[in-house]
């Protein structure tokens, strides 16, 4: 123990005394572990402790294969940027062009479309669908001549139900509505729950046809 400390810290305040002293400066090298162990008569291991101590308070810095070097302090380095909070307030979604850019790049196969919120299609195993498709058909020819009225298609409505169970909510076959895909979907909850002129919280970044179902319902978005 130095004055009460640890031996190693004692070590590492020494060598801060130096380098505000400028016998050590940024861009220095230290004494290898053995020299400052051979110097101060302390274990290997007690050096590389007065090491980490000062490394972990921006004085020194290890570099690959070479040793420790002494390093610009934190106060006299660039200042990292300050960001100012957004405060967030409501807003007219509109019609971003960025909205029509992300469909038409959705529609190039050179293009990952990250902004559709969409799996990939090799995730899916459509073998096994297709199959499935061709033999519905089979059975039933007219099976996509006609148009299915909602509420939607009675079996298939009883069996998200019956599905429903396994994920604790109990739905009845009348809690369900089959719609035409998940922007008709968000655009009867929008307008569920919200009349022109009202405000809605949504997530950022959020999907985009939600936003194109806001402007077309008259809502403001958070």
């Known amino acids: 123990m130095l004055s009460g400390m640890p031996l190693y810290v004692g070590i590492a305040e020494n060598l801060t005394k130096q380098m505000a002293r400028g016998a050590l400066r940024p861009g220095d090298r230290v004494p290898s572990l053995r020299q400052l162990s051979e110097r101060e008569r302390v274990s290997v291991s007690t050096a590389l402790q007065a090491y980490l101590w000062l490394e972990t308070r921006g004085y020194i810095e290890a570099r690959p294969q070479s040793g420790f070097y002494v390093r610009t302090p934190f106060a006299k380095l660039i200042p990292e940027p300050q960001c100012e909070t957004w405060k967030p307030a409501p807003a007219a979604a509109g019609t971003d062009a960025i909205l029509s ?87 009867l909850s929008l307008r569920a729950v919200a009349r022109p002129g009202d405000t809605v919280a949504v997530e950022s970044p959020t999907y985009f046809g939600l936003l194109g179902n806001a402007t077309a319902a008259g809502v403001k978005v958070v």
Request: charged letters at 20%.
């Open 101 to 187: 850019g992300m469909l038409a790049a959705a529609g190039d196969p050179a293009t990952i479309p990250f902004g559709v919120s969409g799996a990939s299609p090799e995730l899916f195993p459509y073998r096994r669908l297709n199959l499935i498709v061709r033999q519905i058909l089979k059975r039933h020819p007219d099976h996509s001549t006609h148009y299915e009225f909602p509420p939607g298609l009675d079996r298939l409505r009883r069996q998200i139900a019956r599905r429903s169970l396994e994920m604790g909510c109990g739905l009845s076959p009348e809690d369900v509505t089959i719609t035409n895909g998940a922007m008709e979907a968000i655009s």
